[in-house]
């Protein structure tokens, strides 16, 4: 869920960025909604284009994705918007869920911008009411939870708990200026702070799509994506490193074998093979961090963390008594072919 504010929109530019005391005067409240208003047309654009990684806490690892597929948001004074769609996530007890959750919220828009040598954009949105959500659980790994109806109510309890929980946040769009990226956060990020990452970005030559931590059970995977890539002679670079675990695949997909290979995640309990051929994949390794560039042609495209004995090079062992989990840090970016 991303919002991209059009630096020309919001006037912070090199020049501009003395007169962000006066758009940050609180009386200027109007002017800043009404500079916002005019990039609201492409909120459900953004949307739809991006996942929303799922985590039980602002700094922990993510533990399950949701991806948009429907959006409606009409204009007005305050930002009403419709949204449906699926994710997975691991709980202990269900192990890989997936579910599908819909919702109607209310929220009012305004942004800040950085005092000093920065000039970076806070975008908060803020609920005023959250009219309607709905979180039903679609298949649970365990098969002591599938077969115990009380447990697949505890995973309905489980999404309506923090989905409606992340609802209530709100959540914060950042633009930082000096890498040229959008910065996504879950709640309202005060002013000048930056939510946690595990590689450090500087300069603006390479386009950041993700830098997190994500945590991947025995037998499970993590889709990241739909990544655009618009131009000819680009590459996708995938920086990652992996603890608690020997070792990971990390798969680089085309979106129409990755969202079938998805869709199969999403609709059977147990991980099985892949839908079709990786274009490109190699194996982040405890102990050494992982740097690839993979030149690709304009389109979308996933990358795959994959921790199954069904893909990819990696035959990790399956013990139900011993589930090593592995934390993987990884930093995707766009940039120019070498």
């Given at each position: 869920m991303c919002l991209a504010l059009p630096l020309s929109v919001v006037g912070c530019g090199p020049k501009e960025c003395t007169f962000r005391g006066t758009l940050n005067a609180p009386e200027n409240r109007t002017m800043r909604k009404s500079l916002m208003k005019t990039a609201m047309g492409d909120f459900c654009k953004q949307?739809?284009?991006?996942?929303?990684?799922?985590?039980l806490a602002p700094d922990s690892p993510v533990?399950?994705?949701?991806?948009?597929?429907?959006?409606?948001?009409?204009?007005?004074?305050?930002?009403?918007v419709n949204f449906s769609g699926f994710g997975y996530a691991f709980t202990n007890v269900t192990k890989k869920m997936t579910f599908t959750m819909?919702?109607?919220?209310?929220?009012?828009?305004?942004?800040?911008?950085?005092?000093?040598?920065?000039?970076?954009?806070?975008?908060?949105?803020?609920?005023?009411?959250?009219?309607?959500?709905?979180?039903?659980?679609?298949?649970?790994?365990?098969?002591?939870?599938?077969?115990?109806?009380?447990?697949?109510?505890?995973?309905d309890s489980?999404?309506?708990?923090?989905m409606g929980q992340k609802?209530?946040?709100?959540?914060?769009?950042?633009?930082?200026?000096?890498?040229?990226?959008?910065?996504?956060?879950?709640?309202?990020?005060?002013?000048?702070?930056?939510?946690?990452?595990?590689?450090?970005?500087?300069?603006?030559?390479?386009?950041?799509?993700?830098?997190?931590r994500v945590e991947i059970h025995q037998n499970q995977r993590d889709f990241i994506g739909p990544i655009l890539v618009e131009d000819e002679g680009r590459s996708l670079y995938v920086t990652a490193s992996v603890d608690g675990a020997p070792a990971v695949d990390m798969l680089i997909m085309r979106k129409a074998?990755?969202?079938?290979?998805?869709?199969l995640y999403y609709e059977y309990p147990q991980s099985g093979p892949l839908a079709g051929a990786p274009i490109a994949g190699d194996i982040v390794q405890a102990g050494t961090q992982l740097k690839r560039a993979v030149p690709v042609s304009p389109g979308m495209y996933y990358v795959v963390f994959d921790n199954t004995p069904t893909a990819g090079q990696v035959n990790p062992p399956v013990n139900a008594l011993d589930d090593r989990a592995a934390v993987v840090n990884y930093l995707i970016q766009i940039g120019d072919a070498s």
């Amino acid at each position: 869920m991303c919002l991209a504010l059009p630096l020309s929109v919001v006037g912070c530019g090199p020049k501009e960025c003395t007169f962000r005391g006066t758009l940050n005067a609180p009386e200027n409240r109007t002017m800043r909604k009404s500079l916002m208003k005019t990039a609201m047309g492409d909120f459900c654009k953004q949307m739809l284009q991006r996942n929303a990684p799922l985590r039980l806490a602002p700094d922990s690892p993510v533990i399950g994705r949701f991806y948009p597929t429907q959006c409606v948001a009409p204009e007005g004074e305050d930002l009403y918007v419709n949204f449906s769609g699926f994710g997975y996530a691991f709980t202990n007890v269900t192990k890989k869920m997936t579910f599908t959750m819909a919702a109607t919220g209310l929220y009012r828009y305004d942004f800040l911008i950085t005092e000093g040598d920065r000039c970076d954009i806070y975008a908060y949105f803020r609920p005023t009411r959250i009219d309607a959500s709905d979180f039903r659980t679609h298949r649970l790994e365990s098969s002591t939870a599938s077969m115990l109806n009380s447990l697949t109510s505890m995973g309905d309890s489980f999404g309506k708990q923090l989905m409606g929980q992340k609802l209530q946040e709100g959540f914060t769009v950042i633009r930082f200026t000096e890498t040229n990226t959008d910065e996504f956060g879950l709640g309202i990020v005060p002013l000048g702070q930056k939510p946690f990452h595990p590689f450090q970005v500087h300069g603006n030559d390479r386009i950041t799509y993700e830098n997190e931590r994500v945590e991947i059970h025995q037998n499970q995977r993590d889709f990241i994506g739909p990544i655009l890539v618009e131009d000819e002679g680009r590459s996708l670079y995938v920086t990652a490193s992996v603890d608690g675990a020997p070792a990971v695949d990390m798969l680089i997909m085309r979106k129409a074998e990755a969202e079938a290979s998805l869709n199969l995640y999403y609709e059977y309990p147990q991980s099985g093979p892949l839908a079709g051929a990786p274009i490109a994949g190699d194996i982040v390794q405890a102990g050494t961090q992982l740097k690839r560039a993979v030149p690709v042609s304009p389109g979308m495209y996933y990358v795959v963390f994959d921790n199954t004995p069904t893909a990819g090079q990696v035959n990790p062992p399956v013990n139900a008594l011993d589930d090593r989990a592995a934390v993987v840090n990884y930093l995707i970016q766009i940039g120019d072919a070498s």
